[in-house]
Structure formats: structure tokens, C-alpha cells
């Protein structure tokens, strides 16, 4: 038999062998699909740190739009931009709320 | 008489894209995982770490689904994402100092890492043998007999994966073969 033969029997051989060996177990794919599941469930309910970091960036400009504000109240008289004060404080509020709840998602 | 139909991988993406609650992605892992999981430990030289990356890898996969565009073979895609998981993971086992860089059977010579539990007896010492004539395989050789072979891609799918002309994979594959020829104990006895 020549090289060239003997080599290409080989290969089909070779080939054959590594056909033989089956690694299957359905332990395995469970185990995918429960982390796949795992991973989307947690990707449902938890924001990413990208989102938790905009709301504390969101409430620090309402509080320093609100310090603003606030310092231009005239105290005595009661006169200047309360309304827009108390909406701001209530914007901070709701900004600092969905904060704190995005990182205790996250946590 | 009627005919039972295997829907294709595409057939399956198309359908876990559109229906995620579906069993046609398991239907994926179960056709495909055990090529996956011998290609890796091809790679990695170890059973744990394999399977592992394999997991890893079918996470990615399920993640960017969407992003398929059948312009090659499901499985091809599934090897491209899994070499790059390898990749990542030994860069980083590097970086950590936790490994040389050499992975493949480094320090794992005398335990078949191509160890199937299931398998015959034969197999398993065919699994040893060839982990102990893959040794002698420059690490070029190896990743396209791992690609050629153990992931059963063609020598052009393996050519698209390395970045690699298509000539010099069959150089690779050519001396792979005969060096492999020479120290495989079970087809030296067979023949």
C-alpha cells in the first residue's frame, strides 16, 4: 500500500474514532438552562450599574438646581420661585427613591 | 407513510428567536454539545475547565442569538465564540499568573483529558493514547486537528475561525496527520 494511501485510510480512521466518542449528559444542558434562566431573570429585574449611577447623577443635579433656587427665596417676604422649590425637592425625592431601589436591586 | 422531519439549526434559531419560552434552543445544546465540549477539551486539556468554557460558551450563544446571520453553519459560529471564550479565559489565567500560557495538556501528560466516563474501555485508552501523541504537536497542528476533527469542521471553516490561509491549514493538518500516524499505539496495532 502506498504512503499516500495508508495516509488517507488513516484520516477516514482517525475521523472514525473521534465520531465514536459522544460526551452527552443531560445534566449538562440542564445546567445551561438553568443559568440562562438564572441570568435572564436577574437581567429582568436588576438595572445595570449604568442606570443605578444616572439616578444618583439625576439627584445630585436637582439638588444643586434646588440649592440654587432655594437661596434666591426671599425668607422674610416668603417671595421668589417657591413652587418651583417644592417641585424640585419632590423630583430629588423620587430620584433618590428610584436609586436607593435600583441598588438594592442590584445588591 | 408519513415522514418525521429533524428541523435544521436554522430552523431552531429562527425558532428560540421568536418563541425564547420554546425547547428549540435545548434542542441546539443537545445537538451540538458534544462536539463543543470535546473541541474544548481538545483545547484546554481538562474535563472541568472544558466544560465550563462549554457552559460559558452557550451562555454567549443564547445571548447573541439575534445577532446570527446564517452567512455560515450554526455549529462554525458556536466554535468561533467558543475559541474566543478559550482565548479569553487563558489570557486571563496568564494575567493572573495562574498558567504559563501553554494549556493545552500542560501538566495534565499522564490524565486522559479526552476521558469519556460513558465510553468503552476502548475508548478510553484511545482518549489517553491520543492525548499522549497530541504532545508531540506544535500548537499550530493541534488547534486545526482540534478544529478539523474534534469540532468536524471543514478545512475551510477552520481557515475562517484561525485567520489562517487556507494552504497553511492543510500544511498543519498534513504534518498533524502523519506525526499523529506515527504515535497513535491503536492504529499502529491495528494496522
Known amino acids: ?107 | 407513510m408519513t415522514e418525521i422531519l429533524t428541523p435544521s439549526d436554522e430552523d431552531l434559531i429562527r425558532i428560540a428567536r421568536l418563541q425564547p419560552q420554546s425547547c428549540a434552543f435545548e434542542q441546539l445544546i443537545k445537538r451540538h454539545q458534544s462536539r463543543l465540549r470535546l473541541y474544548l477539551r481538545s483545547l484546554t486539556g481538562n474535563i472541568e475547565l472544558a466544560d465550563e468554557l462549554a457552559q460559558e460558551t452557550l451562555m454567549k450563544v443564547h445571548r447573541s442569538l439575534s445577532q446570527f446571520k446564517f452567512e455560515s453553519s450554526f455549529k462554525t459560529w458556536v466554535m468561533a465564540i467558543a475559541r474566543n471564550t478559550f482565548l479569553d479565559h487563558a489570557r486571563l489565567a496568564i494575567y493572573r499568573g495562574s498558567d504559563n500560557g501553554h494549556f493545552f495538556l500542560d501538566g495534565h501528560s499522564t490524565e486522559a483529558s479526552l476521558e469519556v466516563s460513558s465510553n468503552t474501555e476502548d475508548q478510553q485508552i484511545f482518549a489517553l493514547d491520543l492525548n499522549q501523541a497530541f504532545e508531540l504537536l506544535s500548537s499550530a497542528e493541534r488547534e486545526v486537528i482540534a478544529h478539523c476533527y474534534f469540532a468536524d469542521l471543514s478545512m475551510k471553516e477552520t481557515a475562517m475561525i484561525l485567520k489562517m490561509p487556507l494552504g497553511t491549514v492543510k500544511t498543519h493538518s498534513h504534518r498533524a496527520l502523519i506525526k499523529l500516524r506515527e504515535n497513535l499505539h491503536a492504529w499502529n496495532s491495528d494496522d
Open chain 1, 1 to 107: 500500500m502506498t504512503d499516500r494511501r495508508q495516509q488517507e485510510n488513516f484520516e477516514l480512521w482517525f475521523k472514525k474514532e473521534i465520531s465514536t466518542i459522544q460526551i452527552e449528559d443531560a445534566k449538562f444542558t440542564t445546567n445551561v438552562l438553568r443559568k440562562i434562566q438564572a441570568k435572564h431573570q436577574k437581567s429582568m429585574v436588576a438595572p445595570d450599574t449604568w442606570t443605578v449611577w444616572s439616578w444618583l447623577f439625576c439627584s445630585v443635579c436637582l439638588g444643586s438646581l434646588l440649592f440654587q433656587m432655594l437661596i434666591q427665596i426671599d425668607t422674610d417676604a416668603l417671595t421668589g420661585p417657591v413652587a418651583e422649590c417644592l417641585i424640585l425637592l419632590l423630583a430629588m425625592k423620587a430620584t433618590i427613591w428610584q436609586y436607593q431601589k435600583s441598588l438594592l436591586y442590584q445588591q
